[in-house]
Structure formats: C-alpha cells, structure tokens
C-alpha cells in the first residue's frame, strides 16, 4: 500500500509539473533482518537492543527484530551465542564463531557494549 501511495503522489506530482524522483531506500520485502539476542536476566541487553535499532535505522534498509533467548527451543544454537548478540544473514554482526552448543551465558565486548557508530560500521560493511 506505501509502494501504491509512493506511486500515486508521483503520478500526481508528474502531473502538476513538480517532477518526481525515486526514493532511495530499498523496495519494501528487501530489508535485512536483524536478531538481536538477549534475555531478561543479561544487564546489557536492552541497552544494547536500543543501540542496534538505533543504527539499523540511521544505516536504513534492516528490519530489527529482538529474540528472548530463553523462549527459544532448549535446542536451538541461537541460545548459545552470549547475551547481547546481534546476527545480521545468521551471523554475528561482531564475527563470532556460531556456537556449538545452546547453552546460554553473558557476552563481555572488548571495550564494553558497542556503540552506535560501530555498529553503524558494522552494518554498512554488510550492505553497503
């Protein structure tokens, strides 16, 4: 319906002799999703949270979508990664190895948590 719209007042503007471009953000179904990997009892989780769809947004193109960890099957590897992890194609953002195992534990950064420019970096290196 946004594409519909986008097309519409285009159309509208042609018209009126206003001229009319594309927007540059990608088609709408073409976003990159984004896992941010947390649980309730990690203490960096939400800021983290708040700092990946921060940068998700400023980079745009990323749908961010946020994984309790503990309501995941007993058996899913995504528990193993340590809290906060953000997977971008299933792989960590950070380039960690994927786990083996799905035990669950806390993720220390060197540094601490990554800010909000890194992990701009970070996503602009994946889609440019």
Request: charged share 20%.
């Amino acid at each position: 319906h946004v594409e519909m719209a986008r097309l519409l007042l285009c159309l509208m503007l042609t018209f009126a002799h206003m001229g009319c471009q594309q927007a540059a953000s990608p088609e709408l179904g073409d976003a990159v999703k984004i896992q941010v990997l947390g649980f309730a009892g990690c203490p960096n989780t939400p800021a983290f949270r708040e700092r990946v769809t921060a940068a998700a947004k400023t980079v745009g193109g990323f749908d961010v979508l946020y994984i309790d960890q503990e309501s995941l099957p007993e058996d899913d590897l995504r528990r193993g990664y340590p809290t906060p992890t953000v997977l971008v194609d299933d792989e960590d953002l950070f380039g960690l190895p994927a786990p083996t195992s799905p035990s669950m534990g806390c993720r220390m950064y060197p540094g601490g948590l990554p800010s909000v420019d890194e992990i701009e970096s970070q996503l602009r290196a994946v889609r440019p």
